[in-house]
């Protein structure tokens, strides 16, 4: 869902952005941060909140900030102390059903809210409205941030609400990159998908088209039209590069999903490019046209061609250029002092591989919250070490004929290795100077998927020659668990 070339884009949500290389492997200065341009002075709210005073505001209503309001209630520091201010209509949210079972057809068991508030998708409680209350949380629904005063600690709202505060963690996430209007990026029947109510229009699209053309063969491309299917709707990708999700998979293994995708009906136009989208007479998107000439008639398009980090009103903080978002160091710390940002919109040194990134992932929205609150409310001081983790999981409604989950975790760099034949598993392993940088499995049991970051954290040196003669998936997971073994005894 990429359109910047030197990030590796995975999902709606989903981005590692790193700069010069569209590998995982990428050199850049670690950032430092720290700064005095400006004394701060700390606040306590009341519990009734019956001033502008806060003591700590969480901006944002994704999973960054559910997660966040959690560690809070864990320290004992939400009631009457925290407020979180969000544009939706709704407390925080898992977002990645969205492009997952949200859009299954109604008779399929589709997800629905409260079913999947944070923090239902790590094991945890669901952190419904009136869990809010319950903890004392202030919530500001559909009211987003206008205005940012640093030296004054303050945020103007939409509707015009004054906020002082203490401490301000900054959870915006990204926003949806948009076709441009001068090519019919906002015509009637144009989708994008972000939210609640983008991915409730999308289901009463659904509901009543029977031509589908998908912009984008990332994440949002692949797992949109895999629910497509669901519904039995002709459904088109189109995307310029070769492969899907290039950003990750090699050809091999991108042949492997399309070549499933097809059987279930899904056509491909690839390494094409769109001119403009084309309105029918009664003024809504009717077809996409080529540069080549060519024109594919659609009744609704949905585009999911990458994200941008919502910045906002934040944008005299400092920015990274290179990966995008607002610089933060290893505590989520901004060069402002009181001023934190966590998730899709933090760009964060990435320990492991002494580069600075910009993730866009589920996993990283909970762990870089958790982390900035541990940080900000105790004596934490050890650096977030993130190990990247990527997956997906889609077909998985009633009566699919074969589901698709899998997990990649580290670093997509050097040479390959494919083990399996996709009946259902298949492996790749990414091997760097002799060591395991990389594995995506495909299908794998429990103990499998569990396996992952432990090769991928440790790196083990893996005999590359018997890795491919391994017969199977299992037999190639057996090979690089005796190296970890071999790795740990060293």
């Not at 400006?38 to 001033?51: C, D, E, G, I, L």
């Not at 005063?149 to 963690?169: A, N, P, V, W």
């Not at 289901?203 to 088209?209: C, D, T």
């Not at 919109?345 to 870089?368: C, G, Q, T, W």
Request: aromatic share 10%.
């Amino acid at each position: 869902m990429a359109t910047i070339s030197n990030s590796l884009s995975l999902k709606h949500g989903i981005s590692l952005w790193c700069p010069q290389s569209s590998s995982l492997n990428r050199s850049a200065k670690p950032c430092i941060i720290g700064s005095n341009r400006f004394r701060r002075t700390y606040v306590v709210s009341s519990s009734s909140f019956a001033n502008e005073n806060r003591e700590y505001v969480i901006i944002g209503g994704g999973n960054a900030a559910g997660y966040a309001a959690r560690t809070f209630v864990e320290n004992g520091m939400a009631d009457g102390r925290l407020c979180i201010v969000t544009k939706e209509p709704f407390a925080p949210y898992e977002r990645p059903a969205l492009t997952k079972a949200y859009l299954f057809p109604l008779d399929k068991k589709p997800a629905r809210l409260p079913g999947f508030h944070t923090c239902v998708g790590s094991g945890g409680e669901r952190q419904t409205p009136d869990w809010y209350k319950e903890k004392g949380i202030e919530m500001l629904y559909e009211d987003p941030v206008t205005g940012h005063d640093i030296e004054k600690q303050t945020l103007r709202t939409s509707s015009g609400k004054l906020l002082k505060y203490g401490s301000l963690i900054i959870a915006t996430g990204c926003e949806a990159s948009r076709f441009p209007e001068k090519l019919g990026g906002n015509l009637p029947g144009v989708y994008y998908m972000r939210n609640v109510l983008d991915a409730d229009s999308l289901v009463s699209a659904l509901e009543k088209a029977k031509k589908v053309v998908i912009v984008g063969g990332g994440y949002i491309g692949m797992e949109v039209a895999a629910a497509a299917v669901g519904w039995k709707i002709d459904t088109t990708i189109i995307f310029p590069e070769n492969h899907l999700l290039p950003r990750l998979f090699t050809s091999s293994l991108a042949q492997r999903y399309e070549d499933l995708y097809q059987e279930n009906g899904v056509k491909f136009m690839k390494g094409v490019t769109i001119k403009n989208l084309e309105a029918g007479p009664d003024g809504r998107v009717a077809a996409v046209k080529l540069e080549n000439g060519s024109t594919i008639k659609a009744d609704m398009i949905i585009v999911g061609i990458g994200a941008k980090p919502a910045i906002g009103p934040f944008d005299k903080l400092d920015l990274n250029t290179t990966v995008g978002g607002i610089q933060v160091d290893g505590l989520f710390r901004t060069s402002i002092p009181g001023i934190f940002a966590v998730g899709d919109v933090a760009a964060f040194p990435l320990k492991m591989y002494n580069r600075i990134a910009r993730v866009e992932h589920v996993d990283h929205a909970r762990r870089s919250a958790q982390h900035c609150v541990m940080a900000l409310l105790t004596a934490q001081t050890h650096t977030y070490d993130y190990l990247p983790y990527f997956y997906s999981r889609v077909f998985e409604y009633e009566g699919s004929p074969r589901k698709v989950w899998w997990q990649f975790f580290g670093d997509n760099v050097g040479e390959t290795v494919e083990i399996g034949k996709f009946d259902p598993k298949i492996a790749t392993f990414w091997i760097d100077s002799g060591k395991l940088k990389g594995v995506l499995v495909e299908s794998g049991n429990p103990e499998e998927f569990q396996l992952l970051p432990k090769l991928a954290k440790s790196q083990p040196h893996v005999d590359k020659a018997k890795l491919q003669s391994a017969s199977s998936v299992e037999e190639a997971l057996r090979i690089a668990r005796a190296a970890l073994q071999v790795e740990a005894a060293v």
